[in-house]
């Protein structure tokens, strides 16, 4: 794909509400005909780097639509199918989409009890402040390096959680009448969520295998 190709058929991969108002400045399409296709060459052609610094981001060593495709391409070329179910596991992945929304009460001996909105999803667990126009998202315990371990009891969920900035553990206590049923959602999510790190775990260890054998050769 070359920034020629897309002469005229800008608006197929740029923002709708872009063109809505009016026409986009030519010189400014010219740029962007070369960012998508810088995008495409790194999604369809460029390796992964395991620890290459230039990845970082905040709280992802690789941007998730990168991870599965790459990850993909791993078996198989993709294709429209592959493509649609990239993103579906995308979207699955994000806090607000796919997940299971209960109200709850954050309680502490020193404090009285906050009114909190859990989302829990196969990322993970997510709180959010109540409001009736928009949710806040106060933070977000993930299974692959936050959640630690979860009970239930009555009316009580208490979460073994990890702060990633500090390093430091808390149990985290909600009052529920769902707190069964957040028990049940979590362990089933972290089960799934084990088995995808084991497969990946195991394909990175034959791709550094298949390097080693590469370089000795």
Same mark, same amino acid.
């Given at each position: ?9 800008? &608006? ?53 639509? /990168? /991870? ?22 995308? $979207? ?9 929304? $209960?109200?709850? =009460?954050?309680? #502490? ?7 909190? $909105? ?12 109540? &409001? ?16 630690? &371990? ?10 073994? $959680?990890?702060?990633?900035? #500090? ?11 769902? #707190? ?11 089960? #799934? ?14 791709? =550094?295998?298949? /390097? ?6």
């Amino acid at each position: 794909m070359d920034p020629e190709d897309l002469e005229g058929k800008e &608006s197929q991969y740029l923002p709708a509400a872009w063109f809505a108002s009016g026409e986009v400045p030519k010189p400014k399409l010219a740029d962007y005909r070369k960012k998508i296709c810088d995008k495409f060459h790194e999604l369809l052609v460029e390796e992964i780097v395991d620890g290459d610094p230039q990845l970082e981001l905040i709280g992802n060593a690789i941007p998730t639509v /990168r /991870r599965l495709l790459f990850d993909f391409r791993m078996e198989s070329d993709p294709n429209a199918y592959s493509i649609m179910g990239i993103v579906i596991d995308r $979207v699955r992945r994000s806090p607000k989409c796919f997940a299971t929304q $209960v109200m709850a =009460h954050m309680w #502490s001996q020193d404090k009285p009890p906050k009114p909190v $909105v859990l989302q829990i999803n196969y990322a993970g667990l997510h709180l959010y402040a109540p &409001s009736e126009d928009d949710q806040k998202l106060l933070c977000s315990f993930t299974y692959a390096d936050s959640l630690v &371990s979860w009970d239930a009891l009555n009316d009580m969920l208490t979460v073994h $959680v990890v702060h990633r900035p #500090s390093k430091k553990s808390a149990r985290l206590h909600f009052l529920t009448r769902e #707190s069964i049923q957040i028990k049940g959602l979590l362990s089933r999510y972290a089960a #799934s969520v084990v088995q995808e790190l084991a497969k990946r775990e195991k394909e990175d260890g034959l791709r =550094h295998a298949a /390097r080693m054998r590469a370089l000795g050769s």
